[in-house]
């Protein structure tokens, strides 16, 4: 067994408990560990007073509590935490929210370390929920340095993470190898990774720090290339695909449409039409921004397979959005004789098996479902078309998952997630991509505002005004990243509070990802008949959802949003003929926060809005792996390490001129390393 890969609670000092607490920040591993870089670094030597401290400067600084530690709780859902920290220069506020804890775990005359962002209110300045820890004489905050500081997570200290971290690299000392390939270590004058990983998070001097952090970088672009080089290749591998051919019961369907195609729309069928009838299987991105109608597009490539006598599946990354695309489907299709059934998790076990059989059988032409579709009991007679919506929802494991179920399915992923091309192209190396680069026609701009909380009396009147007319509108409430249950509570909070007071004459459904599936249909239903005038959710609306007649986005908090995010959700109306609107609520006084909310009021072009949300949050979240199932760049920033992505690129051309399969022969290391980190994702 690799101690490197072993569970991280049996390290000495670890346990289960904190080996839960660890789990928390997606640590499993001492290998994992070893990969929790730190976020940043403070200079030991270069500390400042607290009088000195600058406005806007992201700094540590040493003091004592001094006095009361205060609690607040203004609304139900958040607790304000205050207390002076002072040294003999001086005193600042520190304020976080939600930490209501730390009332136990601070007394008055602790020493605490901070590290935040000096901001400033009408009183003076202070620090709003920063990094801090608990100084205790004889611990490593007394030393000189440089000093690393790690994302935490509630119940870890720094202190705690770095004495952990000290017995990670220990280990890794005595069981790691260098797995580059000393040609390429030499020639791009890299570390090794010993020297990289002591010094990424206790570096002996600021420049030993550069060199570990080029070569872990070097080594991250190193991987995901060659990666996605390798998934290209096998894909590609001479692989038969399935012939679907053209036929004129598609350019019936296409006349029969309520609507008619727009140009993109046209334009993308036939780059799609030409794949599907070629005998090499179809490997295509959709990318068309929220609304610009990429359902209809993969309703008429399902039609394709089915008039030529084959299978389809459709998978959606909620039950909400895949219930969705079964009714369209049904309206569309059903009529030409296509048997389509719906399979999510939630269906009761006789209903299930009787769809599995029935897709086993080749009694059912196309299934639409969520991931209850990739389970191993899913047996298709003959499947030729495998679609995904949303697809930087799923990772690239689980698209392949899908295909593997055919013989060389044809596969098309759509994603409304605008990437800036060139960025596209690395992550999606291995796909081709299509745009739908327009929206159909007679829809309005999306009428956008940034409000105040304290307007909230105004708003809601404005909302009344539309419902008056006969629209419907959404409310979504604050993105809480820790925990589904707290953003469920609120947004039940938010509803009850509505319909008793502001919105007491309509109708308010709830609807949030801790329902059962039954009764987030019935919501949905409800809201599509008109049932339902207001919806009050959580995130879980984000994407997909279609509902031409609501034109009213209330979205509360929206500062804690990626800009993004708030474009996918504000996606949600504007998607008729009405004129629709986007209330942004919020509080910030940020010059961050201010911003983004004044980049929604201008724009709706959704990649426009995508690049400057990497300008302003960096692409680290934007590319996690969570949204596109590649290894995690925990080190290099798409950003600002482009330069050495071209040189990665550049070298990777020579490998693979030498080795035109990649069978990595030469170097073992290296390759076992990629199959690691690369092939066998976790999930
Ligand atoms: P998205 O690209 O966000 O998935 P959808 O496929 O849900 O968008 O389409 C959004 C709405 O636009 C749907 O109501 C759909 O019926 C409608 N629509 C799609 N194409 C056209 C078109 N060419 N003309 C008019 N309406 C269209
Ligand atoms: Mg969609």
Redesign the pocket.
């Known amino acids: 067994m690799d101690i490197l890969r072993q569970d991280i609670q049996y390290i000495k000092g670890v346990g289960p408990k904190k080996g839960h607490l660890l789990r928390r920040l997606n640590i499993n591993t001492v290998e994992e560990m070893i990969w929790h870089v730190p976020r940043d670094y403070e200079d030991r030597g270069n500390i400042k007073k607290i009088r000195n401290l600058k406005l806007g400067e992201k700094t540590t600084f040493y003091g004592y509590v001094y006095g009361e530690i205060k609690t607040s709780k203004p609304r139900r859902n958040l607790s304000i935490t205050k207390f002076l920290v002072k040294d003999e220069s001086g005193s600042i506020e520190v304020v976080f929210f939600n930490k209501a804890y730390l009332k136990k775990i601070l007394k008055p005359n602790q020493k605490v370390m901070i590290n935040g962002e000096i901001k400033k209110n009408f009183k003076g300045f202070q620090v709003v929920n920063p990094i801090f820890d608990k100084v205790d004489s004889e611990n490593e905050y007394d030393k000189q340095g440089i000093f690393p500081i790690y994302p935490l997570t509630e119940g870890l200290s720094q202190n705690e993470i770095i004495s952990l971290q000290k017995r990670s690299l220990e280990i890794a000392h005595k069981h790691m190898e260098e797995y580059l390939p000393e040609e390429i270590l030499n020639k791009h004058k890299l570390c090794n990774i010993k020297f990289a990983l002591q010094n990424i998070h206790f570096p002996s001097s600021v420049k030993a720090l550069k060199i570990a952090k080029y070569r872990l970088v070097f080594e991250e672009f190193l991987f995901l290339q060659l990666g996605l080089f390798y998934t290209k290749k096998s894909v590609m591998h001479e692989k038969k695909g399935i012939v679907l051919k053209n036929n004129d019961g598609i350019n019936k369907f296409i006349e029969k449409l309520p609507?008619?195609?727009?140009n993109a729309?046209e334009k993308v069928f036939k780059e799609i039409s030409y794949d599907l009838e070629k005998d090499i299987p179809m490997n295509r991105l959709v990318q068309?921004?929220?609304?610009?109608?990429?359902?209809?597009i993969a309703i008429i490539a399902l039609l394709k397979s089915f008039i030529n006598g084959y299978q389809g599946a459709f998978m959606a990354p909620t039950e909400i959005l895949a219930e969705q695309h079964y009714l369209s489907l049904t309206e569309l299709l059903e009529p030409m004789g296509v048997k389509i059934e719906l399979l999510v998790g939630s269906l009761s076990k006789s209903k299930k098996e009787n769809v599995l059989n029935k897709i086993q059988s080749g009694e059912i032409n196309i299934v639409v479902g969520t991931h209850a579709l990739i389970q191993e009991n899913v047996n298709f007679r003959n499947l030729a078309l495998v679609i995904t919506?949303e697809q930087h929802r799923f990772g690239v494991r689980q698209r392949q998952i899908l295909s593997d179920k055919g013989q060389n399915p044809h596969v098309l992923v759509?994603s409304?997630t605008p990437i800036p091309r060139t960025l596209a192209l690395i992550l999606y190396g291995d796909l081709d991509i299509s745009v739908?680069d327009s929206l159909?026609?007679?829809r309005k701009i999306i009428k956008t505002y940034s409000r105040n909380s304290n307007k909230r009396e105004d708003i809601y009147n404005f909302v009344k005004k539309e419902l008056d007319k006969g629209r419907q509108a959404y409310v979504v409430c604050p993105l809480v990243e820790e925990s589904e249950s707290i953003e469920a509570r609120s947004a039940t909070d938010i509803a009850n509070e509505l319909s008793c007071d502001l919105l007491q004459d309509y109708k308010v459904g709830l609807l949030h990802g801790k329902m059962v599936s039954k009764e987030k249909e019935e919501i949905m239903s409800n809201f599509k008949k008109g049932n339902i005038d207001v919806i009050v959710s959580t995130t879980v609306i984000e994407v997909?959802v279609?509902v031409?007649n609501s034109t009213i986005m209330i979205i509360e908090n929206a500062e804690r949003f990626g800009l993004a995010q708030l474009h996918q959700l504000r996606?949600r109306v504007g998607?008729?003929n009405y004129q629709s609107y986007c209330i942004l609520v919020n509080n910030s006084k940020s010059e961050v926060a201010k911003e983004r909310m004044n980049i929604m009021e201008k724009t709706t072009d959704g990649f426009l809005i995508s690049e400057k949300d990497l300008e302003l949050r960096g692409p680290g979240e934007f590319f996690g792996t969570r949204q596109h199932g590649l290894p995690e760049l925990k080190v290099a920033n798409l950003f600002k390490h482009m330069k050495v992505l071209t040189t990665v690129q550049k070298e990777i051309k020579q490998i693979i001129n030498k080795d035109p399969n990649l069978t990595l022969s030469e170097y073992p290391l290296l390759k076992n390393k990629l199959k690691q980190k690369f092939l066998i994702t976790k999930k």
């Not at 609507?259 to 727009?262: G, N």
């Not at 068309?288 to 209809?296: E, Q």
Request: charged content about 15%; glycine content about 26%.
């Open positions: 609507f008619q195609l727009t729309q068309g921004d929220v609304g610009s109608g990429k359902t209809i919506d759509m409304a739908i159909p026609p007679g997909g279609n031409p996606g998607r008729g």
